[in-house]
């Protein structure tokens, strides 16, 4: 039961000029999230890198 107004993206590719480096895959979030009662929210941000 919490309000939340976030945005995100993913993205996936391979970074690096050595194909074994493989496929790798990013998310990013960036919004607000807050209690059950609106005007109590809070900016939040998050980031997440991974090997596929």
Same mark, same amino acid.
């Given at each position: 039961?919490?309000?939340?107004?976030?945005?995100? %993206?993913?993205?996936?590719?391979?970074?690096? $000029?050595?194909?074994?480096? /493989?496929?790798? #895959?990013?998310?990013?979030?960036?919004?607000? %999230?807050?209690?059950?009662?609106?005007?109590? $929210?809070?900016?939040?941000? /998050?980031?997440? #890198?991974?090997?596929?």
């Amino acid at each position: 039961l919490r309000t939340v107004g976030l945005r995100f %993206i993913v993205v996936r590719g391979n970074p690096y $000029e050595k194909k074994e480096e /493989g496929d790798w #895959i990013a998310v990013a979030l960036y919004g607000t %999230i807050g209690a059950p009662v609106k005007g109590l $929210e809070h900016e939040a941000i /998050g980031l997440g #890198i991974n090997h596929i």
